[in-house]
């Protein structure tokens, strides 16, 4: 499966707990970016990263959220202590290009259906 | 705050018709326009994109610009059942990497 592959599919998770959400790119993409999906609601933009780096993070709530895109590894987006307002599709999308390097076609991973209970 | 806005509909068309989905976009400095179809319960999928002004035809699909106005449209001719999805309008700036998507258009293509 050359795509981007994201799992879990569906995590459920009591509040206050931690919820880790795994991304691994197209083959030979290096640009991974977060997007929230809230129910009946567009796409947020969360976080950019490139390998061993963050981007920009800007679309990313100031505290409990972190991710990261390690040398080796798929991209990890951590929820701490989640809260039932964290329940939503969160996806990731991949690039060849970043940038200033032209159209970015991203192409998005399954998702993950995090439920907070 | 950049914006882009579509029309939530739903927009129904008979079958064979032609389906004209609609963007505007608040941001003069943009530069790539994307199309993507989604599924209930399903991912994004990528229909094309465009960057210049005119249109740009890729099968049934045709994606209009007209950045004077801030206007992309999406065109889907021959329409079919399974086009029924919601269409997601997304605008990139060159110099930048985020993408910023409208809430969606959801078609119905009646049989």
């Known amino acids: 499966n050359a795509g981007v592959m994201q799992n879990p599919r569906h995590l459920v998770r009591r509040r206050g707990q931690e919820a880790r959400l795994r991304c691994s790119p197209m083959k030979g993409h290096s640009h991974v970016y977060w997007y929230r999906q809230l129910p009946e609601e567009g796409l947020k933009f969360m976080v950019y990263?490139?390998?061993?780096?963050?981007?920009?993070e800007s679309g990313m709530p100031k505290e409990r959220f972190s991710a990261e895109f390690p040398k080796e590894g798929p991209s990890i987006l951590r929820i701490q202590q989640v809260v039932r307002g964290d329940s939503a599709a969160y996806f990731c999308?991949?690039?060849?290009?970043?940038?200033?390097?032209?159209?970015?076609?991203?192409?998005f991973g399954p998702g993950t259906r995090l439920t907070v209970l | 705050q950049k914006e882009v806005e579509q029309n939530s509909g739903p927009l129904s068309v008979p079958e064979g018709a032609i389906a004209s989905l609609n963007c505007t976009y608040s941001d003069r400095g943009s530069q790539s326009f994307f199309w993507y179809r989604q599924y209930s319960g399903k991912s994004p999928e990528l229909i094309m994109f465009i960057y210049s002004n005119g249109d740009k035809e890729d099968g049934r699909f045709t994606a209009q610009l007209n950045k004077a106005s801030q206007y992309v449209s999406l065109l889907i001719r021959d329409s079919q059942p399974s086009d029924s999805a919601t269409y997601l309008c997304a605008v990139s700036d060159s110099g930048t990497y985020k993408y910023i998507f409208g809430t969606g258009t959801r078609l119905k293509v009646l049989a």
């Open positions: 990263l490139q390998k061993e780096n963050i981007i920009d």
């Open positions: 999308a991949s690039s060849l290009q970043g940038a200033g390097q032209g159209v970015n076609e991203q192409f």
